[in-house]
């Protein structure tokens, strides 16, 4: 009977204990599904809002992508339309160096003038001259310049072409119909600072028995060229410094071509000053009859 009643007691006290703990569990059950349900409600808002700004990025993106090949075809564009304007305006300072009355005597007019920088002091110097006229005939002078600049003793001095080139040179002889090129080396003394070159070419006598002389100035930077910059190499166990090749090899003498064909556009526009005065050694005298 004591064992029946004591039995009773402990299965009381068990199913108290499971009653317990299944009121307990149900309460955090219901606790815990009140605080998930907020949160799962608050990450599907989220989860929206992350498309609606993830669409709107892609559309912004798509925007951006065409405005960024609109403005590359612009800079395109751009430059294209800078290149032509730039060669437009050598067309034109081409043009305007042809057609300026005080660039050009008896239909010749100078196409360019250099002088480029070589070793000790010696340039080397080249002309070209054009025949413009619409009636050409054969152009016989001669051509000729002077340096003008200070000295080591900081004297301002005029130095000839017969004092400059390499041979003794002092005219240069001109028999062309299209154009000619003149190549030669001259020698500055040492220390000078050269300031601007004087070009003088005196033309034969024409048809009507009148010579003309025709004088240009430039400034020595319109017309010096520097030798360029060494480019340095770097390797990993010395350093190699080569120097490009600025033109082909100068002869020491003055050398003229002339051609048969038009010469290209020129390449520097001088400061010109004209003395179309005749010269009185070239003068010569034609009976018409």
Same mark, same amino acid.
């Given at each position: 009977?004591?064992?029946?009643?004591?039995?009773?007691?402990?299965?009381?006290?068990?199913?108290?204990?499971?009653?317990?703990?299944?009121?307990?569990?149900?309460?955090?059950?219901?606790?815990?599904?009140?605080?998930?349900?907020?949160?799962?409600?608050?990450?599907?808002?989220?989860? $929206?809002?992350?498309? /609606? %700004?993830?669409?709107?990025?892609? #559309?912004?993106?798509?925007? !951006?992508?065409?405005?960024? &090949? +609109?403005?590359?075809?612009?800079?395109?564009?751009?430059?294209?339309?800078?290149?032509?304007?730039? $060669?437009?305006?050598? /067309? %034109?300072?081409?043009?305007?160096? #042809?057609?300026?009355?005080? !660039?050009?005597?008896?239909? &010749? +007019?100078?196409?360019?003038?250099?002088?480029?920088?070589?070793?000790?002091?010696?340039?080397?110097?080249?002309?070209?001259?054009?025949?413009?006229?619409?009636?050409?005939?054969?152009?016989?002078?001669?051509?000729?310049?002077?340096?003008?600049?200070?000295?080591?003793?900081?004297?301002?001095?005029?130095?000839?072409?017969?004092?400059?080139?390499?041979?003794?040179?002092?005219?240069?002889?001109?028999?062309?119909?299209?154009?000619?090129?003149?190549?030669?080396?001259?020698?500055?003394?040492?220390?000078?600072?050269?300031?601007?070159?004087?070009?003088?070419?005196?033309?034969?006598?024409?048809?009507?028995?009148?010579?003309?002389?025709?004088?240009?100035?430039?400034?020595?930077?319109?017309?010096?060229?520097?030798?360029?910059?060494?480019?340095?190499?770097?390797?990993?166990?010395?350093?190699?410094?080569?120097?490009?090749?600025?033109?082909?090899?100068?002869?020491?003498?003055?050398?003229?071509?002339?051609?048969?064909?038009?010469?290209?556009?020129?390449?520097?526009?001088?400061?010109?000053?004209?003395?179309?005065?005749?010269?009185?050694?070239?003068?010569?005298?034609?009976?018409?009859?």
């Amino acid at each position: 009977m004591k064992k029946l009643i004591r039995y009773t007691w402990w299965v009381m006290l068990v199913g108290l204990g499971l009653s317990v703990g299944f009121l307990t569990g149900q309460k955090g059950y219901q606790d815990t599904t009140a605080i998930i349900e907020p949160l799962q409600l608050n990450i599907a808002a989220l989860n $929206e809002k992350n498309n /609606e %700004l993830s669409s709107q990025l892609a #559309v912004k993106n798509t925007a !951006l992508e065409t405005e960024q &090949v +609109a403005l590359a075809a612009i800079t395109q564009n751009l430059t294209q339309s800078q290149n032509e304007i730039f $060669e437009l305006r050598k /067309e %034109l300072a081409f043009y305007q160096k #042809v057609l300026s009355p005080e !660039l050009m005597v008896g239909g &010749v +007019a100078i196409d360019s003038l250099n002088f480029y920088a070589n070793e000790n002091q010696v340039l080397r110097y080249r002309l070209v001259l054009v025949q413009l006229a619409k009636e050409r005939g054969v152009i016989k002078g001669s051509s000729t310049f002077e340096i003008n600049g200070v000295n080591q003793q900081q004297e301002t001095v005029t130095l000839p072409l017969a004092e400059l080139s390499l041979n003794k040179t002092a005219d240069i002889p001109l028999d062309f119909t299209y154009f000619q090129v003149i190549e030669g080396e001259i020698q500055l003394p040492e220390g000078m600072t050269v300031a601007n070159v004087k070009l003088t070419i005196n033309l034969d006598s024409d048809n009507r028995g009148k010579a003309q002389s025709w004088s240009a100035d430039y400034l020595w930077s319109e017309v010096y060229v520097p030798l360029p910059d060494p480019v340095v190499l770097p390797t990993a166990d010395l350093t190699v410094t080569t120097m490009p090749e600025v033109a082909a090899e100068p002869s020491i003498s003055p050398s003229m071509e002339s051609s048969t064909e038009p010469s290209g556009k020129p390449t520097n526009a001088p400061k010109a000053e004209v003395s179309a005065e005749p010269q009185k050694d070239a003068m010569t005298t034609t009976d018409p009859t």
